[in-house]
C-alpha cells in the first residue's frame, strides 16, 4: 500500500514539472463583407532560429453566399510593401483558396492592416483585415 501511494505520489510530482514547450505562435487577421470572409493565418516558429522575424502565411477566401455561378474570383492581398495574387473557382463551401501566401514574409504585429481586393462577376470588394481586440 505505501508503494502505490508512494508511486502516485511521484507521478503527481513529475507531471507537475513537465512542460510542454509550444512550436510556434499563431496571429489570425479577420476582415469580412457583405459578400466575403478572409482570414490570414501568420505561424511563427518558435523559439525564431535564427532570429530572424520571419514567419508562414495562409490566406484564406471564403463566399458568405451560395456559391453556384460563381465564376471565376481573383484575389490580390497587400501586406506592407509586399503583394501577390491568385485566382480559382470557388468550391462547394465557397472556399476560393486556401493555399499559402508568400512562404515566409516578415513577421506582423498584431495593430497592423492587411488588405485583399476580391473580384468576381464584374464586382470587387476591399477587405480590411485585422487582428480582433480583447474583448
Not at 496571429?27 to 518558435?46: D, R, S, Y
Not at 473557382?89 to 476560393?96: L, M, T
Request: charged share 25%.
Amino acid at each position: 500500500m505505501r508503494k502505490a501511494v508512494l508511486l502516485i505520489l511521484c507521478l503527481i510530482v513529475f507531471a507537475g514539472c513537465s512542460k510542454v514547450t509550444p512550436t510556434a505562435d499563431t496571429l489570425n487577421f479577420i476582415g469580412e463583407t457583405e459578400n466575403w470572409k478572409v482570414e490570414l493565418i501568420q505561424t511563427v516558429p518558435i523559439p525564431q532560429n535564427p532570429p530572424e522575424k520571419m514567419s508562414s502565411h495562409k490566406l484564406i477566401v471564403q463566399y458568405k453566399g451560395i456559391p453556384t455561378n460563381l465564376g471565376l474570383v481573383k484575389y490580390e492581398y497587400k501586406i506592407r510593401g509586399e503583394s501577390g495574387s491568385g485566382e480559382a473557382h470557388a468550391d462547394n463551401n465557397g472556399y476560393v483558396t486556401k493555399g499559402g501566401v508568400a512562404g515566409n514574409i516578415h513577421l506582423l504585429e498584431k495593430d497592423e492592416t492587411v488588405t485583399v481586393t476580391v473580384q468576381w462577376d464584374d464586382k470587387k470588394e476591399e477587405i480590411e483585415l485585422r487582428y480582433p481586440k480583447s474583448k
